[in-house]
């Protein structure tokens, strides 16, 4: 007997376009937009564009790295043309992200709270030596209160920096970056699933 092929479906799931385009990081925001305004994108453009254009635009809005058109048509034999209204008609359905600079801001400050952890766990009391650098800038308050344990103004000791006090605040710093990064409808809709 014959080894029974399995006929596949000619319409791509959220998971198998992620994984031919390589960006399978952001399958779980792909399938949140396509969940939430899949089916409008699909009666405008076409299931196959409309599922592209939720990988296209979660692979933006992670910042995994939007695919090249030229390799969706390759990929799926679909108008790249199409996968872009299909983007936009989905992107009418969620809160836009925040700008750039804000994005920039937020994972400045990121680096530089790594950094400050980093520094606490080896047993520094002072943060990490940036000086003239243009992180130095990005959180000034965490660098002044791990440089510095006394308060000029009133002379009294701070505590420490802990680590876990840190942990947290890097959790929600990651948060923030995620929020401005997906938007909010698009960030609430994922941390739902």
């Given at each position: 007997?014959?080894?029974?092929h399995l006929e596949?479906s000619?319409?791509?799931t959220?998971d198998?376009?992620a994984r031919r385009?390589?960006v399978?990081?952001a399958v779980?925001?792909?399938?949140a937009a396509?969940d939430?305004?899949g089916e409008?994108?699909?009666?405008e453009?076409?299931h196959?564009?409309?599922v592209?254009g939720?990988?296209?635009?979660?692979?933006r809005?992670?910042?995994?790295?939007?695919p090249a058109?030229?390799?969706?048509?390759?990929s799926?034999d679909v108008?790249p043309?199409?996968?872009?209204a299909?983007?936009e008609?989905?992107?009418t359905?969620l809160?836009?992200?925040?700008?750039q600079?804000e994005?920039?801001s937020?994972?400045?400050t990121?680096?530089?709270?790594?950094e400050?952890r980093?520094?606490?766990e080896?047993?520094?009391?002072?943060g990490?030596?940036?000086?003239g650098?243009?992180?130095?800038?990005?959180?000034?308050f965490l660098l002044?209160?791990a440089?510095?344990?006394l308060?000029?103004?009133?002379?009294?000791?701070y505590?420490?920096?802990?680590t876990?006090?840190?942990?947290?605040?890097?959790?929600?710093?990651e948060?923030?970056?995620?929020l401005a990064?997906?938007g909010?409808k698009l960030?609430t809709?994922?941390d739902?699933d």
């Amino acid at each position: 007997m014959g080894q029974r092929h399995l006929e596949m479906s000619a319409e791509p799931t959220i998971d198998c376009a992620a994984r031919r385009l390589g960006v399978e990081s952001a399958v779980d925001v792909a399938r949140a937009a396509f969940d939430h305004a899949g089916e409008m994108a699909t009666l405008e453009c076409g299931h196959t564009a409309a599922v592209l254009g939720a990988v296209r635009l979660a692979a933006r809005r992670t910042g995994v790295g939007e695919p090249a058109p030229e390799r969706l048509a390759e990929s799926f034999d679909v108008d790249p043309e199409r996968v872009a209204a299909a983007d936009e008609v989905l992107a009418t359905y969620l809160s836009p992200p925040a700008d750039q600079d804000e994005i920039r801001s937020l994972r400045r400050t990121l680096v530089v709270a790594r950094e400050v952890r980093a520094a606490v766990e080896r047993g520094r009391n002072a943060g990490p030596e940036l000086p003239g650098s243009h992180l130095a800038d990005a959180a000034p308050f965490l660098l002044a209160r791990a440089s510095s344990h006394l308060d000029s103004r009133t002379d009294r000791e701070y505590p420490g920096l802990e680590t876990a006090a840190l942990r947290d605040h890097i959790e929600r710093l990651e948060a923030d970056l995620e929020l401005a990064r997906l938007g909010t409808k698009l960030y609430t809709l994922v941390d739902e699933d």
